[in-house]
């Protein structure tokens, strides 16, 4: 059901857990998350698409600043 509605997960490091991976996985869906500096074999990820992640945060942050509106 999750794989019918979104391609890819855009997540900091902090998301960077096996069983969300497993998750994301079984559900069809692309995980573009950065490996944690402590993991033993460091997955790699889509460069291109983790900029994508940057973009929307920096949205949402001046969206939420601007005349002090929230959301």
């Known amino acids: ?3 019918d ?3 890819a997960l855009l997540a900091d490091k ?3 857990a096996d069983a969300i991976r497993a998750e994301l996985a079984a559900a069809g869906v692309e995980a573009v998350i950065p490996a944690k500096s402590n993991r033993r074999i460091p997955i790699p990820h889509d460069r291109a698409k983790y ?4 973009l929307v945060e920096r949205l949402f942050s001046k969206l939420g600043t601007s005349n002090n509106q929230m959301i």
Not at 51 to 54: G, I, T, Y
Request: glycine share 16%; hydrophobic share 30%; net charge neutral.
């Open 5 to 7: 509605r979104i391609e």
């Open 14 to 16: 902090g998301y960077d």
């Open 51 to 54: 900029r994508w992640h940057n």
């Open 1 to 3: 059901m999750l794989g």
